[in-house]
């Protein structure tokens, strides 16, 4: 349970398109040893540095599509995963013959992106695999299927407005491993890749990429964010080197400003890290927040080196929906799945908890008597809570 | 004193002269083609509307021919609304410029104005001078057949001889034409050994009618190429293994080098390198003439971040102009230091790349102590945002309150939100720029942008600017 740490990475001065605000991390010494694999792109760009090389690890970031398996048909990473050899196929692909479509309307410009979907979904499904413990309540498809398959909706990149703009006219910096998306202020993700030349190859990526509700609606109806223009106060300026040092403090702070001020959300929670695999010095773990209500909540997977720096970043800011619904998951899997406990906790009754359950989408988790029960009682209780209000007051 | 409506006016014009020199209505790095246009369109309607003589005598300056066909084509669709003395003046102004287009765009010009059916006394007198004016009407007739046509359809004249008549508009009646270039031209329906005679763009035509192969054709057509076409076709003639198609690159004009030289790939650059750099510099050393080394001290920022890529229609013209500006600076200074603003000290492998830091790269300029500042940049500065301009404005009023350093912003790129080109800082003149050629003009006109001088002495200088355009085609006209 700890915190992001971005230390090596140092924020640049953001570029502004429309409300899309992009904070480029830029890293003093690139990872070398660990590398986006180039068959992914399937020969289109020859993007590893052919040479000599001690140790060569590559990574292969989920959403990414290519034919891994022997027959050919495409498959899906299961979230990130590692890899040593250039040629292996990944461990855990999940098959996409079973899904008509790839990508699938979900309205006029609501795109379902299977791809991200999949890890994003395979990857809350791991850690919320359903009850561990058989309690009466739960219906035999919860204990026996967990919640997968689970379905959240996301927003494609190409669908939020002034995102490909903006990442068209984004001036790539050198040695930018990196990059904070904002969209009207609000952090968007966090991107972070090991080495240079694999940000510039993944800078378009962005577009593909899925975002929350929020980000979308922001993106629609926000007026353009303002840059953060240099401002330096002319009284102490005697010389030119006077001036330097201005400059330079207008750099520095523009970076203590970032971190500490608009990457707070992200940076300044704990979140509950799962490792996921070892290879060599590096190691994939996928992380969850702490599902605060009404707050900023990121859920990611990221690759640390044995110091425990990151080598790979990508954050996915949640709704304001799926918050709810993983605050409740996650308050469940704490009371080990057991309704009372649970609604004790959270200072409700226990038919309250199994109509929030069912409010947010998990109808099928308990058995359709119980909660036939819980919604009997709810509509009673309620009632007399308002027949019984007058009364109350006319004493 | 000027009155707040000179100023005004003063300002307007000089707007109008920095979207007329770098605006062509093609997509930029920052905005689409379509917002080019219509900002561009908003000028041209707001310059008419109010300051019809000033917007006639923009003609006369630097501004580019996209925005001079526009402009001659506003003022022949309007011309009821001008007085005698306006339309006399005027057609000399068009008479003059329409002199110095490239055929193509004229003949463009006048179906344009087909289209849109300005048929007026003016307009088909103007169109009968200038193709009067024509050295070889014959080869026009082969080259520009359509464009020939429509124009001596739309103003009524006939053509100069019967033979031409027949060519123009129904070429293949005739057994024999006297003309030889119209008869060779007949002769490449049936002979493949005429078309090498025509100019290339007809002869490519009969190439792909007789299915010749496209490596025979280039060797055997090289010599009737313009200068353009050789350089255009040089890289791709190359590729297929004809060296016979080699331009000449001493004789080539100073940006229209430099773009060619970006259009290279790195280790060409680096194996061509002496005989690339002795072409720009000469180039650069014809534009500069008897000013050669005599603007003292003069240190250049350069920007070439990513976004000088400017776009694909306009290619890497941004950088290019910075880097054509680069080797005419060196030729008109004493002492020179160009600054790129991604670092990079060899300008000859210079490329589009990471972002603008053009605060920093100032400072840095400002320490060489130099008499002159020119800074070149499409005005977006953001690593960060707004530095530059806090510099050059703390540099103006506290450190060099006095200008012993001239400072000049010069901006290849038109902002068609704003209706000009980007700004870096109010202190500071920007003019736009086309051709580095245009340079030592524009360091001149930028003086007027910084709101130094008013109307007078801009109306002053635009007549002068005109009067110098008619005595130079009246003198070739006597030629």
């Known amino acids: 349970m700890t915190t992001l740490d971005l230390t090596g990475l140092t924020a640049r001065p953001s570029q502004v398109w429309g409300a899309v605000r992009l904070v480029p991390l830029v890293r003093d010494e690139p990872v070398v040893d660990l590398r986006l694999r180039s068959q992914l792109y399937g020969g289109a760009t020859g993007l590893v540095e052919v040479g000599p090389r001690a140790v060569y690890t590559s990574y292969i ?30 461990a855990a692909t999940m098959g996409l013959h079973i899904h008509r479509r790839m990508a699938r309307r979900q309205a006029r410009d609501r795109l379902r992106f299977l791809p991200m979907n999949l890890a994003l979904e395979g990857y809350l499904a791991l850690h919320f695999g359903g009850p561990s413990i058989a309690w009466e309540e739960w219906s035999q ?91 330096i106060s002319d009284s102490q300026i005697r010389s030119l080197a006077h001036l330097r040092t201005a400059v330079a403090e207008q750099e520095h702070d523009w970076t203590c400003f970032h971190d500490t001020t608009m990457a707070a959300g992200l940076l300044e929670h704990a979140y509950t890290w799962q490792s996921v695999y070892r290879m060599r010095r590096f190691t994939l773990s996928r992380f969850l927040p702490q599902f605060r209500l009404q707050q900023e909540n990121y859920i990611g997977e990221a690759i640390t080196d044995d110091r425990g720096r990151i080598a790979y970043l990508k954050t996915f800011r949640l709704s304001e929906t799926q918050v709810r619904r993983g605050h409740l998951l996650s308050r469940l899997a704490a009371n080990d799945w057991h309704l009372a406990n649970t609604a004790h906790e959270l200072g409700i009754e226990c038919y309250q908890l199994g109509i929030r359950l069912s409010s947010v989408g998990f109808n099928f988790l308990l058995r359709q008597d119980v909660m036939d029960g819980y919604r009997k009682q709810g509509r009673t209780r309620t009632g007399r809570a308002r027949h019984d209000q007058p009364a109350r007051r006319s004493k | 004193m000027d009155s707040y409506g000179d100023l005004v006016a003063a300002d307007d014009v000089l707007l109008f002269v920095n979207a007329a020199t ?41 501004i580019n021919d996209h925005n001079a066909v526009l402009i001659i084509r506003q003022l022949l669709e309007t011309t009821g609304e001008a007085t005698a003395d306006q339309r006399r003046s005027e057609g000399r102004l068009i008479a003059c410029r329409l002199a110095t287009l490239p055929p193509q765009r004229v003949y463009g010009l006048f179906n344009a ?30 080259k520009y057949r359509s464009g020939l046509k429509r124009a001596l359809r739309h103003a009524h004249l006939a053509p100069a001889t019967e033979e031409l008549g027949a060519f123009v508009f129904a070429p293949l009646t005739r057994k024999h034409y006297a003309t030889p270039l119209l008869e060779t031209w007949r002769r490449a329906h049936y002979e493949q050994a005429a078309l090498y005679e025509l100019p290339y763009t007809a002869a490519e035509g009969f190439a792909a009618k007789h299915k010749i192969p496209r490596k025979v054709f280039l060797e055997r057509i090289a010599p009737r190429m313009t200068r353009l076409e050789t350089l255009r076709l040089q890289e791709s003639a190359h590729k297929i293994g004809i060296a016979g198609v080699q ?26 390198r002496a005989e690339l750099t002795h072409a720009l510099e000469s180039a650069a050393d014809r534009v500069a003439g008897s000013h050669r080394g005599s603007w003292g001290k003069v240190t250049a920022v350069l920007d070439d971040s990513f976004s000088a890529f400017g776009s694909v229609h306009k290619r890497r013209r941004p950088l290019a102009v910075a880097l054509a500006c680069h080797y005419l600076l060196a030729a008109l200074a004493d002492t020179y230091t160009g600054l790129w603003t991604s670092g990079r000290t060899d300008a000859l492998l210079t490329r589009p790349y990471g972002p603008t830091p053009l605060g920093r790269r100032i400072l840095d300029a400002l320490d060489t102590t130099p008499s002159r500042l020119v800074i070149v940049s499409d005005g977006w500065d953001n690593a960060p945002p707004g530095l530059a301009a806090e510099v050059l404005r703390i540099w103006r009023t506290r450190l060099d309150p006095k200008r012993r350093t001239s400072i000049v912003h010069l901006n290849p790129v038109y902002d068609a939100a704003d209706f000009d080109v980007r700004r870096l800082s109010s202190t500071v003149p920007t003019a736009g720029i086309r051709d580095a050629e245009d340079l030592p003009a524009l360091v001149e006109l930028a003086q007027f942008a910084e709101g130094r001088t008013g109307l007078a002495e801009l109306v002053t200088y635009m007549n002068t600017r005109a009067a110098q355009m008619l005595s130079g085609h009246q003198q070739e006209q006597a030629r």
């Open chain 1, 61 to 90: 970031p989920h959403g990414f599509v290519a034919t891994w398996t022997d027959d050919g048909t495409p498959a899906a990473a299961y979230g990130t995963q590692l890899s040593t050899d250039g040629n292996a196929a990944p």
């Open chain 2, 247 to 272: 331009a000449d690159l001493s004789r080539m004009p100073l940006t229209r080098l430099a773009t060619y030289v970006l259009s290279l790939p790195v280790e060409d650059r680096l194996r061509r």
């Open chain 2, 22 to 62: 770098t605006s062509t209505g093609q997509r930029e790095f920052h905005s689409d083609a379509g917002e080019q246009r219509l900002s561009l369109d908003f000028l041209h309607a707001y310059m008419l509307g109010n300051y019809r003589d000033l917007y006639a005598g923009v003609l006369a300056l630097d």
């Open chain 2, 113 to 142: 104005l087909r289209r849109a059916g300005v048929n007026n006394r003016r307009t088909r007198a103007i169109m009968r001078d200038w193709l009067s004016a024509r050295p070889d009407l014959a080869f026009d007739a082969v």
């Open chain 1, 141 to 231: 498809r919860a204990i026996s299927q967990g919640l997968s398959p689970r379905v959240e909706e996301a927003f494609v990149g190409a669908e939020v407005s002034g995102l490909a703009d903006a990442l068209r006219i984004f001036e790539i910096h050198p040695n930018q491993c990196g990059v904070m998306l904002y969209v009207g202020d609000a952090l968007a993700s966090a991107f972070v890749v090991p080495h240079p030349d694999d940000y510039r190859a993944l800078h378009p990526t962005l577009l593909q990429d899925l975002y929350g509700e929020l980000i979308y609606t922001y993106a629609m109806l926000m007026p353009p964010v303002q840059d953060f223009r240099a401002r």
